[in-house]
């Protein structure tokens, strides 16, 4: 079991669909942040969340953590086919030195 | 534009050789890190370091070492390549948000 369970695993839809990817745990983080990574490429830091309740946006992307800072949700508007990626959450626990811990991932696949 | 470079893009070896996967940044950041990334299982840390000749393991250790003589230079050194060390090993640096490599594949036949 991981200590951030991301969901769904895999999520294929329409350009211009509406998409949320999930990240949850039962441990509370300081921050978290998100990634997206393209094949063959090394995962690109999209997002840093510190604050419990925090909303950020960023273009079509809506970034949420949540109250308890336990988990947090990603939202895309009209998605894109160049949004097509891997989408990896990653939470900093103080208990770990602040070190990343990356959740499984979420595979999103935007159909022209 | 801020990078962090990994050596080769894609490696095979033979089962049993010593490899080096080498890392360079250029931020000047103190935190390095090493995973390796397999279907499933996500991004799992093998070892860490917070500062020239420093280092700690991380989730997966065993069967790797590493090596930081430079504070831009951070190595990964597996000692006797297996089969089940066939990956994707990607290069990290920063703190609070990380820098990726591009990553290294390697095959171990």
């Known amino acids: 079991t991981q200590l951030l369970e991301q969901s769904p695993q895999f999520l294929s839809i329409q350009e211009g669909e509406n998409l949320t990817v999930y990240c949850n745990s039962s441990?509370?983080?300081?921050?978290l942040q998100w990634y997206r990574q393209e094949p063959g490429e090394g995962p690109v830091l999209l997002v840093t969340?510190?604050?419990?309740?925090e909303v950020k946006k960023l273009k079509r992307l809506t970034f949420q953590f949540g109250d308890a800072r336990k988990d947090s949700s990603l939202h895309i508007t009209a998605a894109q086919p160049g949004d097509t990626g891997l989408y990896l959450c990653?939470?900093?626990?103080?208990?770990?030195?602040?070190?990343?811990?990356f959740g499984g991932g979420t595979r999103v696949l935007v159909k022209p | 534009d801020v990078k962090v470079t990994q050596s080769s893009r894609y490696l095979v070896k033979r089962t049993g050789e010593k490899v080096f996967l080498e890392c360079v940044q250029d931020m000047d950041h103190e935190n390095m890190f090493w995973y390796r990334q397999d279907p499933g299982l996500g991004l799992r840390l093998i070892y860490f370091?917070?500062?020239?000749?420093?280092?700690e393991k991380g989730d997966i250790p065993e069967g790797y070492s590493v090596s930081r003589e430079k504070k831009e230079r951070f190595s990964l050194i597996l000692e006797s390549a297996s089969t089940n060390q066939t990956s994707m090993y990607l290069c990290?640096?920063?703190?609070?948000?990380?820098?990726f490599g591009s990553g290294t594949r390697l095959t171990v036949v």
């Open positions: 441990s509370v983080f300081s921050s």
């Open positions: 990290a640096s920063g703190s609070y948000g990380y820098t």
């Open positions: 370091s917070y500062d020239v000749k420093m280092k």
């Open positions: 990653a939470g900093s626990l103080k208990a770990a030195g602040n070190k990343l811990t």
């Open positions: 969340v510190v604050t419990g309740g």
